[in-house]
């Protein structure tokens, strides 16, 4: 019983964070390697460190029976949590141009874009004025309803993932509109960070999810 009372009644999975599928210089000049640097090794390492710490205390707290504690934390495992599933994706929702990065929707996620929005050039213009139109820092989402079948544009502010927005919404391709994904090139100038990551963009990422979520 000490045992368990001291280190919590279950083992703890402790997240890492994850490599890049590619080198940090390989997405520019759309987003330099000295963004995809601090971005990766800072920013997300931090969301993963928290993340962790979180859990942790709140194993301790529900060890021990520490209500207010439990509840205390909601916000830093939300926060942190989110930032480290939010970035998960987005790293596999950017690729070198050499590796597909840029290269238009094929099959049924274009067959879906195209029907719903009549094209996809109108799809990113409607996820870049969204994009652009978040206050502060936050996301904008290419999601699929995998209840409806239906494809959704969305923002979420701060960390929160797409899934605060609806229980059946799946990301397809997730933007980091965050300052720290764009400034130290881009300045403040948002839009252009919008324009530019569509050369970047992995579309065979979010083929891959929209076949298994709409088959
Ligand atoms: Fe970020």
């Known amino acids: 019983m000490a045992d368990v009372q001291s280190h919590g009644f279950r083992g703890l999975h402790k997240y890492t964070l994850p490599d890049l599928p590619y080198d940090y210089d390989a997405l520019e000049p759309a987003i330099s390697g000295d963004i995809m640097r601090l971005h990766h090794q800072k920013h997300h390492q931090a969301y993963v460190t928290n993340y962790n710490k979180a859990l942790e205390q709140l194993d301790d707290a529900v060890s021990k029976g520490d209500a207010s504690t439990v509840v205390k934390l909601q916000s830093a495992i939300k926060f942190n949590g989110g930032g480290h599933v939010n970035h998960s994706i987005f790293w596999k929702n950017l690729a070198p141009v050499s590796k597909g990065g840029g290269e238009p929707p094929k099959g049924p996620l274009r067959a879906a874009i195209d029907n719903e929005f009549r094209s996809l050039e109108v799809l990113i213009q409607k996820i870049n004025a969204e994009g652009a139109a978040v206050q502060g820092s936050g996301w904008v989402w290419l999601g699929v309803d995998n209840e409806l079948k239906r494809l959704v544009i969305e923002t979420t502010k701060d960390q929160d993932p797409l899934v605060t927005k ?49 088959p």
């Open 166 to 214: 609806g229980a059946s919404l799946v990301p397809l391709l997730g933007i980091d509109v965050w300052e720290h994904a764009y400034y130290l090139q881009y300045k403040n100038a948002r839009p252009e960070y919008l324009k530019n990551i569509w050369n970047v963009m992995n579309w065979r990422y979010a083929g891959q999810v929209y076949d298994k979520e709409c």
